[in-house]
């Protein structure tokens, strides 16, 4: 319940009076199935599907990089807010697989859109848009906005192709929102959260100033992904569930009235037990990871298009949004789809 006394238009503790105005997303054109790599790997498609819900995963061209996937999800967002790139004032890209490592991907997004506000990176891993949608909605509330968030991988640049305990978890794609400040409408609250301890869980351990990359460590692989599933599996059911019900607890929202639960898309086994956890009713729960795969930061904004796209997303939905990834990073929160039809202000 929200507080009585509070003002009129207050979006609740912890919240921003922030909206998400417009939501687009671009996946690339290749598909490719469990069979598919089954013909390179000692691997099934049965395995896959019956380990993770994993069906099939869109792989950018040899051509295409992260700010390209990103760029065309920024447009259809910005289309489906009815906003100019003019209107924009800062540009946020979610991505822990940039384009390069120097410079940041936001500038070449923005320079794509053409335009020169502030451009930056966020790199939370795949708890990336959730972290994006607190500091792009505080941006938005603080003037900074409209926030073009983006959330934008190629994950399958940085998997080893070789080893099937990673290669058949991972897709590409984009997603992007726009955030506007608008009194009455309800961003958050959040509950992010980090542990590096837990960093060699889930890594890409050479190319950065740690280990920087040389013959040796590249004959290694030292710059592919390397993770140790179980452990992942265990933290990402736990956290997500406990930030989960944190923000409903925060927000005092009955779990019974959240109409929509998006989970981070790494494996539909991994969500089916954060559902079961938070006592969400299965038929609230959107699951594209079947489709997909694991798009990292850009799975939850895929996967709110694609509820989207199915009508699953009504004006004055309570959604709740949950994320995992490495670091460790983790996240919640809570929102109202689209409060009113209210002109930007
Ligand atoms: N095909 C066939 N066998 C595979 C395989 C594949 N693609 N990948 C791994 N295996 C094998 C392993 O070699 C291992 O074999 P072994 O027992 O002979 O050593 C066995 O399968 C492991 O099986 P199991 O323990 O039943 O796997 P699991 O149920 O733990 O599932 C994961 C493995 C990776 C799917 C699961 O741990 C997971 O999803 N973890 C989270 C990963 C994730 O989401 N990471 C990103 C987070 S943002």
């Keep these: 319940m929200r507080d009585a006394t509070a003002p009129e238009g207050d979006p609740g503790p912890g919240a921003l009076p922030v909206a998400i105005t417009g939501l ?61 790139i003019e209107d924009v004032g800062s540009v946020l890209v979610a991505t822990t697989t940039p384009d390069h490592l120097i410079p940041g991907t936001a500038p070449l997004v923005a320079e794509r859109l053409g335009t020169q506000v502030a451009a930056v990176d966020l790199n939370a891993a795949c708890s990336g848009f959730v972290y994006g949608l607190q500091v792009g909605g505080a941006l938005a509330a603080t003037g900074a906005g409209p926030v ?41 609250p959040f509950r992010l959260g980090a542990d590096g301890a837990q960093a060699p869980m889930l890594h890409r351990r050479s190319g950065g100033s740690r280990y920087p990359t040389t013959a040796a460590g590249l004959q290694n692989g030292d710059h592919l992904l390397t993770m140790r599933g179980g452990d992942v599996y265990r933290h990402a059911v736990a956290r997500m569930a406990a930030a989960s019900t944190e923000v409903l607890a925060r927000s005092g929202t009955d779990v019974a009235d959240v109409d929509l639960f998006v989970g981070h898309q790494a494996n539909a086994r991994i969500l089916e037990a954060v559902r079961a956890r938070v006592g969400i009713a299965p038929e609230r729960c959107h699951v594209t990871v079947e489709r997909h795969a694991n798009t990292s930061a850009a799975s939850i904004p895929l996967a709110l298009a694609d509820a989207r796209d199915a009508g699953r997303l009504h004006p004055g939905a309570t959604v709740l949004l949950a994320a995992f990834g490495a670091g460790l990073t983790w996240g919640a929160c809570l929102l109202t789809w689209n409060p009113d039809d209210e002109e930007i202000t």
């Design 148 to 188: 073009l968030l983006v959330g934008a991988e190629t994950l399958t640049r940085v998997v080893d192709h070789g080893d099937r305990a990673t290669a058949v978890l991972f897709g590409d794609g984009a997603a992007a929102v726009v955030l506007v400040a608008r009194p009455g409408a309800r961003l958050g």
């Design 24 to 84: 687009g997303a671009h996946l690339p054109a290749r598909v490719v199935t469990n069979d598919d790599l089954a013909e390179r790997l000692d691997t099934s498609d049965e395995w896959i599907r019956s380990r993770t819900g994993i069906g099939q995963r869109h792989v950018a061209a040899a051509d295409e990089a992260t700010a390209d996937l990103a760029a065309e999800a920024a447009k259809s967002a910005l289309a489906d807010a009815g906003l100019g």
